[in-house]
């Protein structure tokens, strides 16, 4: 390349780099973030954390024909039990809560959210759903009436409740 040819191209760089974009401008980002609570039962010996986010997940538009990601809420619960050297990821959870969303202050939806898991968490331990932006603000995600059991082995009169404090999000987005 010339010297009038990279010239050229460092002046055309420069001059992109400092005229303002406008592209997501009018879509802003939607609130990210993560909060946990943790519980223990009476006796200390078994524990529930629930961790709350504000997330994007994949999602598939039929009408667009196109896979893209779409704002979304997730509950992530972990219960452990103690054994005689540490703590045991090894625990199985039950749980319910009231999950709800505020914009500004205002709320804009609540819903009874749960979940089990199997000791060997095997399985997926969070739940998530999609929800509607409705602007640019402050959004708030609480998650309290929490109800949560922790067990070693999931076995019938196995479980232990466990008392974990609601616990609130909050983010600025969409």
């Given at each position: 390349?010339?010297?009038?040819?990279?010239?050229g191209?460092l002046?055309?760089?420069?001059?992109?780099?400092?005229?303002?974009?406008?592209?997501?401008?009018?879509?802003?980002?939607?609130?990210?973030?993560c909060?946990?609570?943790?519980?223990?039962?009476?006796?200390?010996?078994?524990?529930g954390?629930?961790?709350?986010?504000f997330?994007?997940?994949?999602?598939?538009?039929?009408?667009e024909?196109r896979?893209?990601?779409?704002?979304?809420v997730?509950?992530?619960?972990?219960?452990?039990?103690?054994?005689?050297?540490?703590?045991s990821?090894?625990g199985s959870?039950?749980?319910?809560?009231?999950l709800?969303m505020?914009?500004?202050?205002?709320?804009?939806?609540?819903?009874?959210w749960g979940?089990?898991t199997?000791?060997t968490?095997?399985?997926?331990?969070?739940?998530w759903?999609?929800?509607?932006?409705?602007?640019n603000?402050?959004?708030?995600?609480?998650?309290?009436?929490?109800?949560?059991?922790?067990?070693?082995?999931?076995?019938?009169?196995?479980?232990?409740p466990?008392?974990?404090?609601?616990?609130?999000l909050?983010?600025?987005?969409?």
């Open positions: 390349m010339t010297r009038p040819r990279i010239a191209a002046l055309s760089a420069l001059a992109l780099s400092v005229i303002p974009s406008t592209a997501g401008a009018a879509d802003p980002e939607p609130p990210s973030g909060e946990s609570t943790t519980g223990y039962s009476k006796d200390g010996s078994f524990s954390r629930l961790t709350i986010c997330t994007k997940e994949k999602t598939y538009s039929s009408s024909g896979e893209g990601m779409s704002p979304a997730s509950v992530k619960s972990e219960c452990r039990h103690k054994t005689l050297l540490a703590w990821d090894q959870c039950k749980w319910t809560g009231d709800s505020k914009k500004d202050g205002v709320q804009r939806w609540k819903e009874r979940k089990a199997a000791a968490h095997k399985g997926d331990r969070t739940t759903g999609p929800y509607r932006c409705r602007g603000g402050i959004y708030a995600l609480t998650l309290d009436n929490i109800d949560m059991k922790s067990s070693s082995s999931g076995v019938v009169g196995g479980w232990e466990v008392y974990p404090k609601p616990v609130t909050t983010a600025k987005g969409c």
